[in-house]
């Protein structure tokens, strides 16, 4: 019994500056992620960008370096990485694949709200569509004409031509 007690506690000895290390990494790596949260989100709002497009840039700097600080915590007690991070980029490469139209819609949301071709209040024509921009978000922007409800996908505001027949915004530009 003592032997055991003996060889636990060199084992606890051996561990204890790992683990203590991988705490330290994943508060710094969470602090980290805190605070360029909080950086890139007072620069959108010192930029006057949409709040939707803050959040979404924020929040995703922020999984990237908590996911970056569990990798590099691993690394440091000894896990081999390299094939938990070809798993993560095979993974993303068919979560990718698999929700392209998503995804093409997320990202051509984000260039839509970055670059502001037309705005909220303005009317435009897209693909035979009329209508005046009712909201603007990640994945659709929903247009009102004359009484309906037309939901286009972002992908579409982006590859198509877009006739802005009253530009009610121009002096915000």
Known sequence: M????QNLLEEAYLWLPKV???????????????IISGAIHRLATRLSLDSQLSFFLSCTSRIILIVLGLVTGLGTLGVDVSALVAGLGLTGFALGFALK???????????ILLYRPFKVGNTIRISGYTGKVVSIDLR???????????????SKLFTDPITVLNNNHASDR
Do not use: C, H, Q, W
């Not at 003592?2 to 007690?5: A, D, K, V």
């Not at 203590?20 to 805190?34: D, E, K, M, Q, T």
């Not at 659709?140 to 972002?154: A, F």
């Open 20 to 34: 203590a290390g991988v705490i330290v990494i994943l508060v710094i790596f969470y602090i980290l992620s805190r």
């Open 2 to 5: 003592n032997i055991i007690i």
């Open 140 to 154: 659709y922007t929903e247009l009102n004409s004359e009484g309906n409800k037309i939901l286009i996908p972002n």
């Open 101 to 111: 139209d998503t995804i093409s819609n997320l990202l051509s949301g984000v260039l």
